[in-house]
C-alpha cells in the first residue's frame, strides 16, 4: 500500500525557514518524480514543484521560484521541501504527491502538513 | 503557469446534471489529452475522479463524465446526488513533468 506522511509544518514568522519531509513507503521511490501542492485556507489547490525520480530536473511555479527548493534522498524514500523568505501568503496545508504515469490514473496524496507564516 | 479558469459555483437538483468548465491554454488543455478532475470535501484530501479526459478510475460512478474541446475541458454530473456536494478541481499537464491546476468550482445540490 502506498503511504506518503508529511512532517515539519508548523508556525514560522515572516522571512523565516521551514523543512517539509515526506517520507514514502509501499512503492519503489526511486522510480518517480515526485510532487508537492498547496492549499491556502478555504483556497484552491496549487501546484509547487516537482523533482524527477534522480533528482536530476526540478520545476517550480513562479510563486516560490528562488525561494523553495525541492530534493529527495532515494536511500531513505524522503522527499523535500525547503521552504525560505517565507510570506504570509505561503500560509496552505503542504501535500506530497504521486502521480503514476504522465496521465495521472492514479494520484496518491500525503495527509498533509500546515505550514503558518505569521508574526 | 497560470491556474485553469473554472466557475467559482454551479448547482443543481437532485437527479438533475451539472457540468463544469476549466479553460487554459495551447500550453496545458489544448496541448495535451491528459485533464484530470478531482473532487475534494472539506478537511479531506482530493480524490481523482477522471483522468485522461474523459476516463474514470475504478470505483467511480458512470454518473462522472468528462470531455475536452480545444483549451477548455468539461466535467458533467449525472444524476446529483448530496454526496456530489464538494469542491472539484480540473488539472492539466503543462509539459516538462509538470502540472497546473484549475481555480475550484464549488458544486452545490439544491
Given amino acids: 500500500e502506498v503511504q506518503l506522511v508529511e512532517s515539519g509544518g508548523g508556525l514560522v514568522q515572516p522571512g523565516g525557514s521551514l523543512r517539509l519531509s515526506c517520507s514514502a513507503s509501499g512503492f519503489t521511490f526511486s522510480s518517480y518524480a515526485m510532487h508537492w501542492v498547496r492549499q491556502a485556507p478555504g483556497k484552491g489547490l496549487e501546484y509547487v514543484s516537482v523533482i524527477s525520480s534522480n533528482g536530476g530536473s526540478t520545476y517550480y511555479a513562479d510563486s516560490v521560484k528562488g525561494r523553495f527548493t525541492i530534493s529527495r534522498d532515494n536511500s531513505k524514500n524522503t522527499l523535500y521541501l525547503q521552504m525560505s523568505n517565507l510570506r504570509a501568503e505561503d500560509t496552505a496545508v503542504y501535500y506530497c504527491v504521486k502521480g503514476v504515469g504522465i496521465n495521472w490514473y492514479r494520484v496518491y496524496w500525503g495527509q498533509g502538513t500546515l505550514v503558518t507564516v505569521s508574526s | ?110
Avoid at chain 2, 23 to 48: E, F, I, M, R
Wanted: with cysteine.
Fill in chain 2, 1 to 110: 503557469q497560470s491556474a485553469l479558469t473554472q466557475p467559482p459555483s454551479a448547482s443543481g437538483s437532485p437527479g438533475q446534471s451539472v457540468t463544469i468548465s476549466c479553460t487554459g491554454t495551447s500550453s496545458d488543455v489544448g496541448g495535451y489529452n491528459y485533464v484530470s478532475w478531482y473532487q475534494q470535501h472539506p478537511g479531506k484530501a482530493p480524490k481523482l475522479m477522471i483522468y485522461e479526459v474523459s476516463m474514470r478510475p475504478s470505483g467511480v460512478p458512470d454518473r462522472f463524465s468528462g470531455s475536452k474541446s480545444g483549451n477548455t475541458a468539461s466535467l458533467t454530473v449525472s444524476g446529483l446526488q448530496a454526496e456530489d456536494e464538494a469542491d472539484y478541481y480540473c488539472s492539466s499537464y503543462a509539459g516538462s513533468n509538470n502540472y497546473v491546476f484549475g481555480t475550484g468550482t464549488k458544486v452545490t445540490v439544491l
